[in-house]
């Protein structure tokens, strides 16, 4: 059982930026494939980005080039620096880990509101 907590999120102006934290406790978190996932109100969730235990990251088209995910396996922990934010990224973040179908866990979210 892996257990994710996020951090980092709150209220930044259009054009700002935020870096989100989620620490792994529990389980191998060298195996696993790290990711953020967002939610905004009355949407589904979507992939943000995600980074494999290799390094090997993947992000939606519509963060590229302003959102950066990355890792370190010593202080398990995967982080999304977010810059030129806009209202449209505003969502709840959750950071997922996976390896597997059955091995697949969620944080519980952080607010991200991008707004003036």
């Known amino acids: 059982q892996v257990q994710l907590v996020e951090s980092g999120g709150g209220l930044v102006q259009p054009g700002g930026s935020l870096r989100l934290s989620c620490v792994a406790s529990g389980g191998i978190f060298n195996i696993y494939t790290m990711g953020w996932y967002r939610q905004a109100p009355g949407k589904q969730r979507e992939l943000v980005t995600t980074?494999?235990?290799?390094?090997?990251?993947n992000c939606a088209d519509s963060v590229k080039g302003r959102f950066t995910i990355s890792r370190d396996n010593t202080k398990k922990t995967v982080y999304l620096q977010m810059n030129s934010l806009q209202p449209e990224d505003t969502a709840v973040y959750y950071c997922?880990?996976?390896?597997?179908?059955?091995?697949?866990?969620w944080g519980q979210g952080t607010q991200v509101t991008v707004s003036s």
């Open positions: 997922n880990a996976f390896y597997g179908s059955v091995r697949n866990y």
């Open positions: 980074i494999s235990s290799g390094g090997v990251t």
